[in-house]
């Protein structure tokens, strides 16, 4: 095709569908687009639209020659707008190389990708080959192409005279200007430094003009670089050897998503790694929040990557742009809402089970078998039999809204999953008025409606009143409604309270309802000797949700639902599909599949995180910590008991204390101990009153933590 390029008529042969991503190729000194011509129909062939110019004052191209790489890096880009190429892979030979090369470093959005062939970051010229050019270019020419190409073996005499032919039909010149361009030419490390973009520099074994360890040097500069040697070729390799070459560029242009330098991305990885390690190891020297400046949040609005960049660049943005602006669940002085801290073990976890990339859907592989232990853990920890199922999901919020749906399939039988609820009797379930939000929600989301959970009023101790849930159920069966389900809650999200689930358990068997317990964070404190007498009747449940995240410290997220009758669970959510067939043999075989329990067919590795979480720690000290968060509570109760300005405005069952400052505004104390980056309760309403709610849950968090919180609390104070 012919175009105009900064005011010169251009040409440039083309290849392949204008609809291909695209690659332009770029020919060295003395040459043109027949340079490529045993390369570029083969490059199109694998689904790219090649284009292939004439630089000025080369081939059919307009003169004159352009008298820098600068210019001709200038002049690439402007190509590419002349040809309506948003972006493309630009792939140089020796002084096209070049161009390429500083045509990436001055225009990173305009270029996917760099294949440099025969390439060094610095390339000089002999001088008495310059003179020899502009005196007798046919003897540069012929010059060149002994020295271009290999040597062992001799190349054909043949090849000789075609290559020193090729490069004698130069305009006059021409070729004295381009080799005067590349002696010149000395910004090639900073413009590698630069380059952020894949790159393969295509390195000559025998190459005797730009040799093999300068191209492998430029390579490594590279952030993104990798080299790929031909052994036996020359300089001109595509010349010598069209078709390993072509073997090479397409490798290049195919090379996937991997690191190009393994040796480079261990490097790196080790080094965010130990970052990460200390930052973890020196919590205490940070605050425990802090707001995200304006100019932080900014940097958000920047548009989607079109390249890829380097990876340390990466890294810095994170560790400026992220890690100094966290939620801070991990550390010590974080108490507000339930969340866990994590542990050093489980941030490695995430890291192996993120390298294996498991996707836990099913069929027969070995974080299948990880996933089943943890059931075979969980059950005689619950008092579950065998037959009990259990799966991980993102969180409680899930895992209770997964058994309404078993109990809801239960009472109304398999049929209900294709003629739906409607047109029947009205199933109504209970829970205490101080349970979680989510459960009102996951009635909405069943189908069942949100009115149908109905909210029983809570005793002196924050525990559902037995007496107002056997009323409530007496009068919907009056009604003619049909309660199914009795939900009860092994710590209450405001205050910590944990229902009387023996009682509940005995409510539920006299009536024929489905017991869940919601333990969103207490039902793992029967690790604990000391917790678990509290929890008594949770092995009576018919299913229960957890998180491991919370009080198990296993990084977010890991939710978890146990149903004692795992058909029951199958019959809920088991969907036979022809993608989903099960064998005896091989990968399909194993079954069943974790998407037999529930509605996901893609599920990451959760189990991982967990499972290394509890052989590292074990259950003994997971049960420890947890019984100490409750200390540390019981010592907060007392403190606040002690202090005449400061108010305790419920009783503490397990780990979350709430008081307040009588007088003073809980939500202006709670956001001035964040901003001050000293503590970071949250807030709830105990009895009409806004409480400062402090939730003990991290293992880190001492006696001292939340002593400095008090202390804080009535030093700075000031009655409104």
Same mark, same amino acid.
């Given at each position: 095709?012919?175009?105009?390029?900064?005011?010169?008529?251009?040409?440039?042969?083309?290849?392949?569908?204008?609809?291909?991503?695209?690659?332009?190729?770029?020919?060295?000194?003395?040459?043109?687009?027949?340079?490529?011509?045993?390369?570029?129909?083969?490059?199109?062939?694998?689904?790219?639209?090649?284009?292939?110019? =004439?630089?000025?004052?080369?081939?059919?191209?307009?003169?004159?020659?352009?008298?820098?790489?600068?210019?001709?890096?200038?002049?690439?880009?402007?190509?590419?707008?002349?040809?309506?190429?948003?972006?493309?892979?630009?792939?140089?030979?020796?002084?096209?190389?070049?161009?390429?090369?500083?045509?990436?470093?001055?225009?990173?959005?305009?270029?996917?990708?760099?294949?440099?062939?025969?390439?060094?970051?610095?390339?000089?010229?002999?001088?008495?080959?310059?003179?020899?050019?502009?005196?007798?270019?046919?003897?540069?020419?012929?010059?060149?192409?002994?020295?271009?190409?290999?040597?062992?073996?001799?190349?054909?005499?043949?090849?000789?005279?075609?290559?020193?032919?090729?490069?004698?039909?130069?305009?006059?010149?021409?070729?004295?200007?381009?080799?005067?361009?590349?002696?010149?030419?000395?910004?090639?490390?900073?413009?590698?430094?630069?380059?952020?973009?894949?790159?393969?520099?295509?390195?000559?074994?025998?190459?005797?003009?730009?040799?093999?360890?300068?191209?492998?040097?430029?390579?490594?500069?590279?952030?993104?670089?990798?080299?790929?040697?031909?052994?036996?070729?020359?300089?001109?390799?595509?010349?010598?050897?069209?078709?390993?070459?072509?073997?090479?560029?397409?490798?290049?242009?195919?090379?996937?998503? =991997?690191?190009?330098?393994?040796?480079?991305?261990?490097?790196?990885?080790?080094?965010?790694?130990?970052?990460?390690?200390?930052?973890?190891?020196?919590?205490?020297?940070?605050?425990?929040?802090?707001?995200?400046?304006?100019?932080?949040?900014?940097?958000?609005?920047?548009?989607?990557?079109?390249?890829?960049?380097?990876?340390?660049?990466?890294?810095?943005?994170?560790?400026?742009?992220?890690?100094?602006?966290?939620?801070?669940?991990?550390?010590?002085?974080?108490?507000?809402?339930?969340?866990?801290?994590?542990?050093?073990?489980?941030?490695?976890?995430?890291?192996?089970?993120?390298?294996?990339?498991?996707?836990?859907?099913?069929?027969?592989?070995?974080?299948?078998?990880?996933?089943?232990?943890?059931?075979?853990?969980?059950?005689?920890?619950?008092?579950?039999?065998?037959?009990?199922?259990?799966?991980?999901?993102?969180?409680?919020?899930?895992?209770?809204?997964?058994?309404?749906?078993?109990?809801?399939?239960?009472?109304?039988?398999?049929?209900?999953?294709?003629?739906?609820?409607?047109?029947?009797?009205?199933?109504?379930?209970?829970?205490?008025?101080?349970?979680?939000?989510?459960?009102?929600?996951?009635?909405?989301?069943?189908?069942?409606?949100?009115?149908?959970?109905?909210?029983?009023?809570?005793?002196?101790?924050?525990?559902?009143?037995?007496?107002?849930?056997?009323?409530?159920?007496?009068?919907?069966?009056?009604?003619?409604?049909?309660?199914?389900?009795?939900?009860?809650?092994?710590?209450?999200?405001?205050?910590?309270?944990?229902?009387?689930?023996?009682?509940?358990?005995?409510?539920?068997?006299?009536?024929?309802?489905?017991?869940?317990?919601?333990?969103?964070?207490?039902?793992?404190?029967?690790?604990?000797?000391?917790?678990?007498?509290?929890?008594?009747?949770?092995?009576?449940?018919?299913?229960?949700?957890?998180?491991?995240?919370?009080?198990?410290?296993?990084?977010?997220?890991?939710?978890?639902?146990?149903?004692?009758?795992?058909?029951?669970?199958?019959?809920?959510?088991?969907?036979?599909?022809?993608?989903?067939?099960?064998?005896?043999?091989?990968?399909?075989?194993?079954?069943?599949?974790?998407?037999?329990?529930?509605?996901?067919?893609?599920?990451?590795?959760?189990? %991982?995180?967990?499972?290394?979480?509890?052989?590292?720690?074990?259950?003994?000290?997971?049960?420890?910590?947890?019984?100490?968060?409750?200390?540390?509570?019981?010592?907060?109760?007392?403190?606040?008991?002690?202090?005449?300005?400061?108010?305790?405005?419920?009783?503490?069952? %397990?780990?979350?204390?709430?008081?307040?400052?009588?007088?003073?505004?809980?939500?202006?104390?709670?956001?001035?101990?964040?901003?001050?980056?000293?503590?970071?309760?949250?807030?709830?309403?105990?009895?009409?009153?806004?409480?400062?709610?402090?939730?003990?849950?991290?293992?880190?968090?001492?006696?001292?933590?939340? =002593?400095?919180?008090?202390?804080?609390?009535?030093?700075?104070?000031?009655?409104?």
């Amino acid at each position: 095709m012919d175009i105009t390029v900064q005011g010169r008529r251009i040409f440039a042969a083309t290849f392949g569908a204008a609809t291909d991503p695209a690659v332009v190729l770029a020919h060295g000194a003395g040459g043109s687009h027949r340079t490529w011509d045993s390369i570029a129909a083969g490059i199109a062939a694998r689904g790219f639209r090649v284009l292939v110019p =004439d630089l000025p004052g080369h081939g059919a191209s307009e003169g004159p020659a352009l008298e820098s790489i600068a210019a001709m890096a200038g002049w690439l880009a402007d190509f590419l707008g002349a040809a309506g190429v948003e972006r493309a892979a630009l792939a140089g030979h020796s002084m096209g190389a070049l161009a390429a090369l500083d045509c990436a470093a001055r225009h990173p959005a305009k270029v996917t990708s760099l294949v440099l062939l025969g390439a060094a970051a610095a390339m000089p010229v002999n001088q008495a080959l310059l003179d020899m050019a502009l005196a007798d270019p046919p003897a540069a020419a012929a010059l060149i192409a002994k020295w271009g190409l290999s040597k062992d073996p001799p190349p054909a005499a043949a090849l000789v005279a075609g290559t020193a032919a090729a490069l004698s039909a130069a305009a006059p010149g021409v070729l004295h200007a381009d080799l005067a361009a590349c002696n010149a030419y000395d910004r090639g490390e900073a413009a590698a430094d630069a380059i952020a973009c894949p790159a393969a520099v295509i390195v000559g074994g025998q190459d005797r003009m730009a040799p093999p360890e300068s191209g492998r040097t430029l390579a490594s500069r590279l952030k993104r670089g990798r080299a790929i040697t031909l052994e036996r070729a020359g300089h001109l390799m595509m010349a010598e050897h069209p078709e390993a070459t072509l073997a090479a560029i397409l490798d290049a242009l195919d090379a996937g998503l =991997d690191p190009a330098d393994w040796e480079a991305f261990r490097a790196q990885a080790h080094r965010m790694l130990d970052e990460s390690i200390d930052f973890l190891r020196d919590l205490r020297r940070r605050p425990v929040w802090r707001p995200m400046p304006a100019g932080t949040r900014a940097a958000f609005d920047a548009a989607p990557p079109r390249s890829g960049q380097d990876l340390a660049a990466i890294d810095a943005e994170f560790r400026a742009l992220v890690e100094p602006y966290g939620p801070g669940n991990v550390h010590p002085g974080f108490m507000g809402w339930v969340h866990g801290g994590g542990t050093a073990e489980g941030m490695l976890a995430e890291m192996l089970a993120g390298g294996l990339n498991a996707n836990l859907g099913g069929r027969d592989h070995a974080p299948m078998e990880v996933e089943r232990q943890i059931l075979r853990w969980m059950r005689p920890l619950f008092g579950y039999p065998q037959g009990a199922s259990g799966l991980f999901l993102t969180g409680t919020s899930m895992a209770n809204f997964l058994a309404v749906l078993v109990a809801r399939t239960t009472a109304l039988g398999a049929g209900s999953r294709r003629g739906g609820v409607s047109g029947g009797e009205r199933l109504v379930a209970y829970a205490s008025a101080a349970a979680h939000g989510c459960l009102p929600q996951a009635f909405a989301m069943s189908g069942l409606g949100s009115d149908s959970l109905r909210l029983i009023a809570t005793d002196a101790g924050h525990r559902m009143d037995l007496e107002a849930l056997r009323q409530a159920i007496a009068a919907d069966r009056a009604a003619g409604c049909r309660p199914f389900m009795v939900i009860g809650s092994a710590g209450t999200v405001d205050v910590g309270a944990v229902d009387d689930l023996t009682a509940l358990a005995d409510v539920a068997a006299a009536e024929g309802l489905w017991f869940h317990v919601d333990g969103a964070f207490g039902a793992l404190g029967m690790m604990s000797p000391e917790l678990a007498p509290l929890l008594a009747g949770i092995e009576r449940s018919d299913s229960l949700a957890f998180d491991f995240h919370k009080w198990g410290q296993v990084p977010y997220d890991a939710g978890y639902l146990l149903v004692r009758d795992g058909e029951a669970h199958r019959t809920a959510f088991a969907s036979p599909a022809a993608y989903l067939r099960r064998e005896t043999r091989g990968l399909a075989a194993g079954s069943p599949w974790p998407c037999d329990y529930g509605p996901d067919l893609s599920r990451g590795f959760r189990a %991982l995180k967990t499972w290394v979480t509890l052989k590292a720690h074990g259950m003994d000290a997971l049960g420890a910590a947890m019984a100490r968060t409750c200390r540390v509570a019981r010592h907060l109760a007392a403190r606040v008991e002690a202090e005449p300005d400061l108010e305790l405005l419920a009783p503490v069952a %397990l780990n979350i204390v709430c008081f307040h400052r009588p007088g003073e505004d809980s939500a202006r104390i709670a956001a001035d101990l964040h901003e001050a980056g000293i503590a970071a309760p949250s807030t709830t309403t105990v009895g009409g009153r806004l409480a400062i709610r402090a939730a003990i849950v991290n293992h880190r968090t001492r006696e001292a933590d939340v =002593d400095r919180m008090v202390d804080t609390i009535l030093s700075v104070g000031t009655k409104q």
